[in-house]
Every structure is written in C-alpha cells, then in structure tokens.
Antibody
Framework: EVQLLESGGGLVQPGGSLRLSCAASGFTFNTYAMSWVRQAPGKGLEWVSSISATGGSTYYADSVRGRFTISRDNSENTLSLQMNSLRAEDTAVYYC?????????????WGKGTTVTVSS | EVVLTQSPGTLSLSPGERATLSCRASQSLSSNYIAWYQQKPGQAPRLLIYGASSRATGIPDRFSGSGSGTDFTLTISRLEPEDFAVYYCQQYGRSPRTFGQGTKLEIK
C-alpha cells in the first residue's frame, strides 16, 4: 500500500524554525517527484514546493522562497521541508504529496498532514 | 501566475441530482494540465481527475472532467451522499502550481 506519513509539526514562535519530514512507503520513491501543499485553517489549498525525482530540481512558491528548503533522501525514502524565519501566515496543515515521474504532474497520493502553528 | 477561479462558491443539490462545477484559468493551459481534487472535513485531498478528463485510479465513473484552454468542468452525473465535500481544481503545468479557491458541494 502506498503511504505517506508526515511528522515534525508543532508550535513555534515567529522567526523560529521547524523541519518537516515525510516517510514514504509502498512505491519506488526515487522515481517520483514530490511536493508539499499547505492549508491554512478554514482556507483552501496552497502549493508550497516541489522537488524532482532525483532532487536535482526544486521549485518554490514566492511566499516561501528564501525561507523554506525542500530536500529528499532517496536512500531513506524521505522527503523534508526545512522552514526558517517562520511567520504567523505559515500556520497551516502541511501535506506531503506524491507526483509522477515528471514534476509537472498531479498529486495522486497525499499524507494525512502535520500541523504547524506559528504563534508567540 | 495562473489564477484559477472556481464557480459557484457553494452548490446546494440533492442526492441523485447532477452537479456541474466550473474552473476558469486566467491563461490558456495548452497542455490541459488540470486536476480536480475532493476534500472532506478533516481529511487530505483525493485526486479525482487529471489531464482535464482522465479519471484517477478507483474513481467512480459518475465523475467526469472536460474542457480545454481556459474553461474546465467537473461533472458528477448522479450525486451520492458521500460526494458532498469541497472540490478544488489545480493547474500543474506552470510554476507556481496554483489551486482554485474551491467549490463547496452541500446537501440541499
């Protein structure tokens, strides 16, 4: 069974840092692009970042570029999101999502999400 | 940035009725890289349609997608009780990837 399991969310003060992880299982992780999508409380979906299957190409939303870094460890089947200089507007549920072989792909598997709260 | 505008914001229908949800893009999506997702409260989104008209694995055939260029439609031919949820369209052909604001499908 294809599964994605996020972890690392929590409460952090403005300006702080957090690292999210996504453990993948049930598929050949190093073959697929991966992404992070977030959803602020009561709001819609917002794409955050994507990474190619090899990790050689990364993409960011303007709202997080320069503060967030996406990475992957294909030997450990893990996707990560390092979040620095966090702001109140980064408060959201963060979902890990599996794409396809190319980065230009829909997200056919989603994790259950991990909650990030930025507040003093 | 490609802006996706979904309409209506809320759609009130009864089980058994037909639902038509619209997604309009601010620029033409020549490769029809449009997906539709369903999200129920407290759950992650689920992929329904990709490539504007292809059903994802395991999606019932009462769900269908159509459209090209800037106008796309998700149709649910005969609503089942479990179909009442929020639906999002997404374009994945251009960066940044963008989602529509969602259409809430509620029971009338």
């Amino acid at each position: 069974e294809v599964q994605l399991l996020e972890s690392g969310g929590g409460l952090v003060q403005p300006g702080g840092s957090l690292r999210l992880s996504c453990a993948a299982s049930g598929f050949t992780f190093n073959t697929y692009a991966m992404s992070w999508v977030r959803q602020a409380p009561g709001k819609g979906l917002e794409w955050v970042s994507s990474i190619s299957a090899t990790g050689g190409s990364t993409y960011y939303a303007d709202s997080v570029r320069g503060r967030f870094t996406i990475s992957r460890d294909n030997s450990e089947n893990t996707l990560s999101l390092q979040m620095n200089s966090l702001r109140a507007e980064d408060t959201a549920v963060y979902y890990c999502a599996k794409g396809r072989v190319i980065v230009q792909s829909p997200y056919d598997v989603w994790g259950k999400g991990t909650t990030v709260t930025v507040s003093s | 940035e490609v802006v996706l505008t979904q309409s209506p914001g809320t759609l009130s229908l009864s089980p058994g009725e037909r639902a038509t949800l619209s997604c309009r893009a601010s620029q033409s999506l020549s490769s029809n890289y449009i997906a539709w997702y369903q999200q129920k409260p407290g759950q992650a989104p689920r992929l329904l349609i990709y490539g504007a008209s292809s059903r994802a694995t395991g999606i019932p055939d009462r769900f269908s997608g159509s459209g090209s260029g800037t106008d796309f439609t998700l149709t649910i031919s005969r609503l089942e009780p479990e179909d009442f949820a929020v639906y999002y369209c997404q374009q994945y052909g251009r960066s940044p990837r963008t989602f529509g604001q969602g259409t809430k499908l509620e029971i009338k």
